[in-house]
């Protein structure tokens, strides 16, 4: 019986689970979300929305960017959706396919995109990938690739890769899951560096105007999950606030933006693994105290 049940589990594995998709434009809808800001202290909650979409690439979500005054979301199935900030209730989404990935495209595995930051020196778009652990480079409207790095050699478990990507004047620096490290991608190659992290695991990471760090450290237990920011003033973490969301509610995904007259905006949206039932969740979140240094 043992045999049996190893051989149906290896034969379903082999099965695709990913189909393509063509570029399109969907309807999305943004759901208003009642949150009490106290438990996001000292961030005052702007905004939440559940996200829908007839689409069903809609879900998924693993990282987030502000990019040309839409949101920019990348699900963990190789999926880029443009969305527009929710100033209405409704409005359209644009999604596209990442054009390749280090994988066969008829797997969810071969395009397990988890990282996404803006190269510093304007080229286009890093994507972490997990499983097949790999960082890429993508021109700035997702056309082409114009550098691959290969993060096998680090020894990562398969899913347990890259989460969170940052670009700096130093190279790109990425944050794997276990949340012990960061990797420096740099003129010098690969370097890692040890933390010393008491927050939890890593699931996204921003760069703030002022070259800090915001990275969101997630932990899961049987009663759900439970985040928070952590700031990286770099050796240095520091716990930022809490998320205070529900506990099925997975942050995987931040972003950040300047505000009018001062302060800055942190988006946060939710990982709800393409279940229906669950909604993706998306929290706006005012920083406008302990302003970060110039």
């Known amino acids: 019986m043992a045999l049996m049940v190893l051989g149906a589990h290896r034969w379903l594995a082999g099965l695709?689970?990913?189909?393509?998709?063509?570029?399109?434009?969907?309807?999305?809808?943004?759901?208003?979300?009642?949150?009490?800001?106290?438990?996001?202290?000292?961030?005052t909650v702007a905004g939440a929305w559940h996200v829908?979409?007839?689409?069903?690439?809609?879900?998924?979500?693993?990282?987030?960017?502000?990019?040309?005054?839409?949101?920019?979301?990348?699900?963990?199935?190789?999926?880029?959706?443009?969305?527009?900030?929710?100033v209405a209730a409704r409005g359209m989404a644009e999604f596209r396919d990442l054009p390749e990935g280090?994988?066969?495209?008829?797997?969810?595995?071969?395009?397990?995109?988890?990282?996404?930051?803006?190269?510093?020196?304007?080229?286009?778009?890093?994507?972490?990938?997990?499983?097949?652990?790999?960082?890429?480079?993508?021109?700035?409207?997702?056309?082409?690739?114009?550098?691959?790095?290969?993060?096998?050699?680090?020894?990562?478990?398969?899913?347990?890769?890259?989460?969170?990507?940052?670009?700096?004047?130093?190279g790109l620096l990425l944050f794997p899951e276990n949340g012990d490290e960061?990797?420096?991608?740099?003129?010098?190659?690969?370097?890692?560096?040890?933390?010393?992290?008491?927050?939890?695991?890593?699931?996204?990471?921003v760069l703030m105007p002022d070259a800090r760090v915001v990275v969101v450290a997630r932990n899961f237990s049987p009663t759900g999950f439970s985040s928070r920011l952590v700031l990286l003033?770099?050796?240095t973490l520091k716990p930022l606030a809490n998320l205070a969301l529900g506990r099925l509610d997975n942050a995987e995904a931040i972003a950040a933006e300047p505000l009018t007259g001062g302060g800055i905006r942190l988006w946060v949206m939710t990982d709800n693994d393409f279940r229906r039932r669950v909604p993706t969740l998306l929290v706006a979140l005012d920083w406008r105290g302990d302003q970060p240094r110039q």
């Open 16 to 43: 695709p689970d990913r189909a393509p998709g063509a570029d399109g434009v969907a309807a999305v809808r943004f759901e208003a979300v009642a949150l009490d800001t106290a438990g996001f202290a000292p961030l």
């Open 52 to 86: 829908t979409s007839a689409d069903p690439r809609m879900g998924g979500v693993s990282a987030l960017a502000v990019d040309r005054g839409a949101l920019l979301a990348l699900t963990d199935s190789g999926v880029m959706v443009r969305l527009p900030k929710p």
């Open 102 to 170: 280090p994988g066969p495209n008829f797997f969810k595995a071969g395009r397990d995109s988890e990282a996404l930051a803006l190269d510093h020196d304007g080229r286009g778009w890093w994507v972490g990938f997990e499983n097949r652990h790999a960082a890429w480079l993508f021109d700035r409207d997702f056309q082409r690739v114009i550098q691959k790095v290969n993060l096998k050699p680090l020894g990562w478990l398969a899913n347990k890769g890259a989460e969170g990507a940052v670009s700096d004047r130093h």
């Open 182 to 205: 960061m990797v420096r991608i740099g003129a010098d190659g690969v370097r890692r560096i040890a933390l010393d992290n008491p927050f939890g695991r890593w699931s996204d990471a």
């Open 233 to 235: 003033d770099q050796p």
